[in-house]
């Protein structure tokens, strides 16, 4: 299971911060995040095993994908936030790594969902 928190509120600039806890051992965890009437879009993901991570091209060099190994909880560090950040924010996680890591189809385990809203 995953407990994701964080989101809310902000202005174009500002940064905010999600994190989503994982009850058990994990392979894989990532973030998604969907837009009023977009479909489901991959934002970052973090390989449990090395520390590895990936990015969307549109939240390259403002997100940041952490995590801390003992709480076993990843992070979404959102800086130089822009309105078309504003979405519903999806942890999600699977045992083994995929190359098609950016596609939601792939991972079996998935968080409540954070909204972030972010104004002009």
């Known amino acids: 299971q995953l407990q994701a928190s964080g989101g809310g509120l902000a202005q174009a600039g500002d940064s905010l911060r999600l994190s989503c806890a994982a009850s058990?051992?994990?392979?894989?965890m990532g973030w998604f995040r969907q837009a009023p009437g977009k479909e489901r879009e991959f934002v970052a993901v973090?390989?449990?095993?090395?520390?590895?991570?990936r990015y969307a091209d549109s939240v390259k060099g403002r997100f940041t994908i952490s995590r801390d190994r003992a709480k076993v909880t990843v992070y979404l560090q959102m800086n130089s936030l822009k309105p078309e950040d504003t979405a519903i924010y999806y942890c999600?996680?699977?045992?083994?790594?995929?190359?098609?890591?950016?596609?939601?189809?792939?991972?079996?385990?998935w968080g409540q969902g954070t909204l972030v809203t972010v104004s002009s």
């Open positions: 999600a996680a699977r045992f083994v790594y995929t190359v098609r890591y950016y596609d939601s189809e792939q991972y079996n385990s």
């Open positions: 058990g051992r994990t392979g894989v």
């Open positions: 973090l390989r449990w095993e090395n520390g590895s991570t």
